[in-house]
Each structure stands twice: as structure tokens, then as C-alpha cells.
């Protein structure tokens, strides 16, 4: 880790590239606004894959109107939870998912980090193949042509990093609310006048509701390994209330819009599909409009993959970290971020056509082994260590948090077999799953039992020894022994 000292009190200006990693982000290098996580987060859930998830409830016999009540709840609740991990990134000022060592030790962390590599990678892959959809309505080549292509630029945006990612998902935010706001005004007044519904009968089926709602939820909830990447540069003191509400607000309104135009567009067009149907849509509105809306929604998802980059590289060299310490230089990131983009290259190109179909089948299953992480981790911030950390102890590998911390292991497994009777899988449907009619509300559970066991356990962490260890900490991060203000 970067060993800086914080003596003057001034705000050092940005670099134009990045050179923080997986480092604690010193004092003198906080900067930025809290309300900017409204647009950030906006931004990176307006992604055609939001979309398709309003897809589910009409293909399955949901009206539009139950489809979009499912999704707007489903969605603030997932939200509520992805949320709180805003606070995290100022108070402690390091990326989302090295913070895990606190909970489940240097080397234990390593198991939900294998779980959100696979989320990003999949993240990734998927958004290179539904840019390339849209690059290929234009000009001609292959997928051998476009995918490198694609992901080569979203490197390059990961590489620069931070800020110019704040920076695009800022102003990509009025556009697309312009673009795509004068789109569903069309589609809502013209589709329910013009078109026939696609299920004849559609209306209200409770265990379709309860699946959509829970889709939604968990959709969500998937951004929480996300959040701190992109709040841990805010100074110290950024209000916590403001910054969850913000974060909040941005990734919730965009799900539950996308989610909803999704619900609209199943429900009227015959065999949407997350491109096509945006142009039909579009289209309604004047003859070509629809190929720009998808332009519009391809440069957001190619700024979103490169988040996705981002966060896989934060994310590998800290699985790395933990088992041969590293020293997170601007190299490192480099090269971490073109390994991540020839990987990404090689599975988008192997895949099958048939990869999209089962798309949402392997986010689910990932985002069984992300809530119980997510549990642990807020329970672990909010309740037991009140946001304060030894941070120099989370990068030493005989730090205080140990290699192998078993109650978050154990809290985090107990969580896991808490799900499994609701998992709701092509290959397997728990007992619960299956009296719901494939509803899978599993990260209820998840939540609740990872959580409680967490709490529990926690009673018997050695706090002064920790406490002593938090001051140590902060006299070696900023030269001063300093006691500062927490969640």
C-alpha cells in the first residue's frame, strides 16, 4: 500500500490517469461532490441488460401494470441495501471489496472475491455483445472484429480511471434522460392504443409478481460490490445521509424506469428483445429515432463495461494481494486491466449464440454468493465496528484481522444454506422456490440469517485490542493520531 503522509491540509488536484489501485486514498487526494453519485449511479444502471429484466413478468402472463408495480418495488428494496455501502468508500477511503478483509480475513475474503470477478466478467462480456448488436445496425464486420474493439475502448476509459468515469456517467445522464424519456413518453401513449397485448388475458398472477419483484430486487443488490470503487476518493467528511440518499436515488430511479419501459415493451411488442425493440419504439416517435436511442443506450453500456473493468481489476489484484502482497502501482493497474480485457475478448468470442438466453440464469446464481457477503459486510460497518477500521492492518498479512477470520466465514455460510431451499434454477428449485411457483426470494434469507449469525458471532471480537490497533493505524496513514467521526 501507498505510504503517504497527510501534512498540510491541502487537496492535491487530480492526475489525468489514475494512479490508485486497491491503496487506502490519502486525505490530500479527497475531492468531488456527494450529489455526484446521483448521476454516476443513474447512469451505470441505464443499461439495456436493466431493461430486460421488465421483460420477465409480461412473457410470463404479468400485466404491464402489475409488471411495473413488481419492479419499482423490487427494485427500491435491492436499492435500499446497495446504498448503505456508499457510506463505506469516504469513511474508509478504500475500494468496496478489499474492505472484506475485515470481515472475513486477508486470505478468507477470497471467496466472495471469486464470486464478484464472475459477476464482472459476465458483466463485461454481456455488455460487448449487445454494443456490438447496435455497432453492427451501422457498419459492417464480425463479432472477431467488433468485440476487441469494444472492450479496447472500455479499457482505455478504465485505465484513465475515476474521474473520467464520473466524469462521462455525469453528462451521459441528461442525455439519456432526453433521449429515452421523450421515447417512453411515445411508447406509453401509442403502444397501448395501437397494439395488442402479446399474452392474450395478461393480468394479475401472484407468483409471477413475487418472481418479477424478486429479479428486480436482486438485480440490484448486485451493484453493492460496486458502490465504495466510486465514493472512496470523497473526503472523509462527506454527510453520510446525503450520500446514501444520492446513491440511492440514482440507481433506484433508473432501475425502476428501465424496468418498467422493459415491462411496456414485452407487453405490446411481440418477441422483444432488449435492441429491437428499442428501435420499434423508438421509431413511434419519428422514423429513425430509434436507431439513435440505441446509439444513446450502447455508449452508456460501453461506459458501464468499462466500470465493470474497473472493478474486476480492483477486485483480481486484491485476490492477488492476498496471497502474495503486491504494490498497487499505475503498472499494475495497466497491465491488470489488459489482462482483464484479452480475457473478457477470449469468453465474449467463445461463447455461443445461445449465451444471452441464460444470461440472467448465471447472474442469479453469482448473486447467490454476493448476499451473503453483502449482509456481513453492512452488519460488520453499521453494528459492530461503527465504521471505524485499522486500515494499515487490513493491507499487513499479520494485521489484526488474520488470514482466515471464521465468523465471517461461518456467518457467510450460514447465510448461503439459508437460500438454498428458495433457489430457483433451471437445474435445481428449492422446496420453498417450488411451492412459490419458481419465485425466488432467496436473498431475503440471505440477508436476514447472514446478518443475524454475524451479529451474533461478532460479540466476542476483541474491541480494545482493535481500538489500539485504529489508532496506530491512523497516526501511520496520516502522521497524526487522529479520532474521527463514523457511521
Known sequence: MANEQESTGTVLPPRLIERRSIDYIPLSERRGKVWHQGPFWFTGNFVFLTMVVGFIGPSMGLSVGWS???????????????????????????????????????????????????????????????????????????????YPVVIATAIVLAIVGYDLLHFVQRWMTYILIAAFGLLTLVAATSLP????????????????????????????????????????????????????????????????????????????????????SLVKAGDLVVPGFGLVVVVIGAVAQLTVTAVNCYGTMLTGVTAIDGFKPVQPTLKLRVGSLV?????????????????????????????????????VNLVDFYLVRHGRYAITDIFKPGGIYGTWAWRGLAAYLAGFIAMIPF???????????????????????????????????????????????IERSNYELD?????????
Open 68 to 146: 411495473m408495480l413488481a419492479v419499482t418495488l423490487g427494485a427500491a428494496l435491492g436499492t435500499f441495501f446497495m446504498a448503505f455501502h456508499a457510506n463505506q468508500g469516504p469513511r474508509m477511503g478504500l475500494p468496496q471489496m478489499i474492505q472484506s478483509r475485515a470481515q472475513f480475513g486477508r486470505r478468507g475474503a477470497i471467496i466472495p472475491f471469486i464470486a464478484t470477478i464472475f459477476v464482472y466478467i459476465g458483466f463485461t462480456v454481456f455488455g460487448t455483445v449487445v454494443i456490438t448488436q447496435v455497432i453492427q445496425l451501422m457498419l459492417p464486420g464480425s463479432k472477431w472484429f467488433w
Open 193 to 276: 392504443a395501437t397494439a395488442a397485448p402479446v399474452v392474450e388475458g395478461a393480468g394479475w398472477n401472484p407468483g409471477v409478481f413475487l418472481i418479477q419483484l424478486s429479479l428486480a430486487a436482486g438485480y440490484n443488490i448486485s451493484y453493492s460490490v460496486y458502490v465504495s470503487d466510486y465514493s472512496r476518493y470523497l473526503p472523509a467528511d462527506a454527510p453520510r445521509g446525503k450520500l446514501i440518499f444520492w446513491t440511492y436515488v440514482g440507481a433506484a430511479c433508473s432501475a425502476i424506469w428501465l424496468m418498467s419501459l422493459g415491462a411496456l415493451l414485452a407487453g405490446y411488442i411481440d418477441g422483444a428483445d432488449a435492441i429491437g
Open 339 to 375: 489482462l482483464i480485457g484479452v480475457l473478457a475478448t477470449i469468453i465474449a468470442l467463445a461463447l455461443p449464440e445461445s449465451y444471452l438466453d441464460s444470461f440472467n440464469g448465471f447472474v442469479l446464481l453469482m448473486l447467490y454468493f454476493l448476499v451473503p457477503w453483502t449482509a
Open 479 to 487: 502522521g497524526i493520531v487522529q479520532e474521527r467521526s463514523h457511521s
Open 423 to 469: 433457489f430457483s434454477l433451471p437445474f435445481y428449485s428449492g422446496p420453498i422456490a417450488h411451492a412459490l411457483n419458481g419465485a425466488d426470494i432467496s436473498f431475503i434469507p440471505g440477508l436476514v440469517v447472514g446478518g443475524s449469525v454475524y451479529a451474533l458471532l461478532a460479540r466476542g471480537i476483541d474491541r480494545d485490542t482493535e481500538n489500539i490497533a
